[in-house]
């Protein structure tokens, strides 16, 4: 496919997105039914859509309407690269740009050019204080890959030299002493032999910063009480050895956690409902995400003021339903993925103000200035 016959088709896709499908469904759909393309067109044209949807309101500013073919214009004006080059109309380009079209192009104002709702904007100013506005530019970008080493299979130093035969080349990371950045061959990942064998996972380094945190010992019994897919519980039972317990409210959630566990020489037990008490309970809730929107970046665009308040809802039910589990002298430990404190620092003192005789030992919050994802993690004790 030539570059423009790219930028066509994830206008299309764009479109389609835009009117309800995810992205990842709409791609693997397209993929699916265009066996011609090629790898490098298949993963060109990802790249197209989802920095489309980081940036969906500079991007739609810059190309004068929020559709497929306004935020590919808007792309290449972002780009500085001019436009009639690629809008030719000749066959499987996109059409000439019209008159009307280009004079409703214009530069995006302060509060597009940070590609998050207005609503939202106050929220991050109030989190996020001085950062907020380099935290809002950081989530337009793409997200670096990350490998957490498998400490039962593998170290450091030998994961890498494992990636580095596959053409995979990565770099430790400050964040975490199990993190590699995959620097070159990113996209191999999952073909490699390295990953196969269960010496790397894919996991980014904020999240294994968070399970670095939880101040684990050899023999403790512990409870992934929202485990979803297992990311944190693999990386737990990689850090001592021992077996970790997985619960979801949702068990459909837990359903590769079985196979990724077998990969990795994990010990992980599936609860199908909570029972008995644990040194350390784990509560990574669901939240935002925000953390995270350069990976979901459709995520974004789905909050609602609605939709923050419920989950701080089910924030404090997750906590208050995890308190008895935690066996005497034990730890609760709460973790998302957001960057706001609403689903933060304030659930916390919520929580303390519910539960007076539980006191926070540590807490932090992790932030896309800290070069991985947002995260944040706070560990009580009982008084």
Same mark, same amino acid.
């Given at each position: 496919?030539? =570059?423009?016959?790219?930028?066509q088709?994830a206008g299309?896709?764009? +479109?389609?997105?835009?009117?309800?499908?995810?992205?990842?469904?709409?791609?693997?759909?397209?993929?699916?039914?265009?066996?011609?393309?090629?790898?490098? $067109?298949?993963?060109? %044209?990802?790249?197209?859509?989802?920095?489309?949807?980081?940036?969906?309101?500079?991007?739609?500013?810059?190309?004068?309407?929020?559709?497929?073919?306004?935020?590919?214009?808007?792309?290449?004006?972002?780009?500085?690269m001019?436009?009639?080059?690629?809008f030719?109309?000749?066959?499987?380009?996109?059409?000439?740009?019209?008159?009307?079209?280009?004079?409703?192009?214009?530069?995006?104002?302060?509060?597009?050019?940070?590609?998050? =709702?207005?609503?939202?904007?106050?929220?991050?100013?109030?989190?996020? @204080? $001085?950062?907020?506005?380099?935290?809002?530019?950081?989530?337009?970008?793409?997200?670096?890959?990350?490998?957490?080493?498998?400490?039962l299979?593998? $170290?450091?130093?030998?994961?890498?030299?494992a990636?580095?035969?596959?053409? %995979?080349?990565?770099?430790?990371?400050?964040?975490?002493?199990?993190?590699?950045?995959v620097?070159?061959?990113?996209?191999?990942?999952?073909?490699?032999?390295?990953?196969r064998?269960?010496l790397?996972?894919?996991? +980014? #380094?904020?999240?294994? #910063?968070?399970?670095?945190?939880?101040?684990?010992?050899? @023999?403790?019994?512990?409870?992934d009480?929202?485990?979803?897919?297992?990311?944190?519980?693999?990386?737990?039972?990689?850090?001592?050895?021992?077996?970790?317990?997985?619960?979801?409210?949702?068990?459909?959630?837990?359903?590769?956690?079985?196979a990724? #566990?077998?990969?990795?020489?994990?010990?992980?037990? %599936?609860?199908?409902?909570?029972?008995?008490?644990? $040194?350390?309970?784990? *509560?990574?809730?669901?939240?935002?995400?925000?953390?995270?929107?350069?990976? #979901?970046?459709?995520?974004?665009?789905?909050?609602?003021?609605?939709?923050?308040a419920?989950?701080?809802?089910?924030?404090?039910?997750?906590?208050?339903?995890?308190?008895?589990?935690?066996?005497?002298?034990?730890?609760?430990? !709460?973790?998302? *993925?957001?960057?706001?404190?609403?689903?933060?620092?304030?659930? %916390?003192?919520a929580?303390?103000?519910?539960?007076?005789?539980?006191?926070v030992?540590?807490?932090?919050?992790?932030?896309?200035? +800290?070069?991985?994802?947002?995260? !944040?993690?706070?560990l009580?004790?009982?008084?």
């Amino acid at each position: 496919m030539t =570059p423009a016959a790219r930028v066509q088709t994830a206008g299309e896709l764009l +479109d389609t997105i835009l009117a309800g499908q995810p992205a990842e469904q709409a791609l693997t759909r397209w993929a699916r039914g265009n066996r011609y393309a090629g790898s490098k $067109d298949r993963a060109a %044209i990802r790249d197209l859509v989802f920095d489309a949807l980081r940036r969906k309101r500079s991007y739609g500013a810059l190309g004068g309407a929020v559709t497929g073919r306004g935020l590919m214009l808007g792309a290449l004006r972002a780009a500085n690269m001019p436009v009639d080059p690629v809008f030719t109309g000749d066959r499987f380009m996109p059409t000439p740009v019209t008159e009307v079209e280009r004079a409703a192009f214009r530069g995006p104002t302060e509060a597009e050019a940070r590609d998050l =709702p207005d609503w939202l904007w106050p929220h991050f100013t109030a989190s996020l @204080g $001085d950062q907020a506005e380099a935290e809002a530019r950081l989530l337009r970008d793409r997200a670096e890959v990350f490998l957490r080493v498998n400490l039962l299979k593998s $170290d450091l130093e030998t994961a890498r030299a494992a990636l580095d035969a596959e053409g %995979i080349v990565s770099q430790p990371h400050p964040l975490s002493p199990t993190a590699l950045q995959v620097t070159e061959g990113a996209r191999r990942v999952h073909l490699s032999s390295a990953y196969r064998d269960g010496l790397v996972e894919l996991q +980014d #380094a904020g999240s294994q #910063a968070v399970v670095d945190l939880l101040d684990l010992q050899p @023999g403790q019994s512990v409870l992934d009480f929202c485990a979803g897919g297992g990311g944190k519980a693999l990386a737990v039972a990689a850090r001592t050895g021992d077996e970790v317990t997985a619960y979801d409210i949702d068990p459909a959630r837990m359903t590769e956690i079985p196979a990724r #566990a077998q990969r990795a020489g994990a010990q992980i037990a %599936i609860l199908p409902e909570p029972r008995g008490t644990y $040194d350390m309970v784990l *509560c990574d809730a669901p939240c935002s995400g925000s953390g995270s929107w350069r990976r #979901a970046p459709e995520a974004k665009w789905r909050l609602t003021k609605d939709r923050l308040a419920e989950l701080c809802t089910m924030q404090d039910e997750v906590l208050d339903a995890a308190v008895p589990h935690v066996a005497a002298g034990g730890t609760l430990a !709460y973790a998302t *993925c957001s960057l706001l404190a609403e689903e933060n620092s304030h659930r %916390i003192a919520a929580f303390q103000a519910r539960h007076p005789d539980w006191h926070v030992v540590r807490e932090r919050q992790f932030r896309l200035l +800290d070069g991985g994802d947002g995260f !944040y993690v706070a560990l009580l004790k009982h008084l």
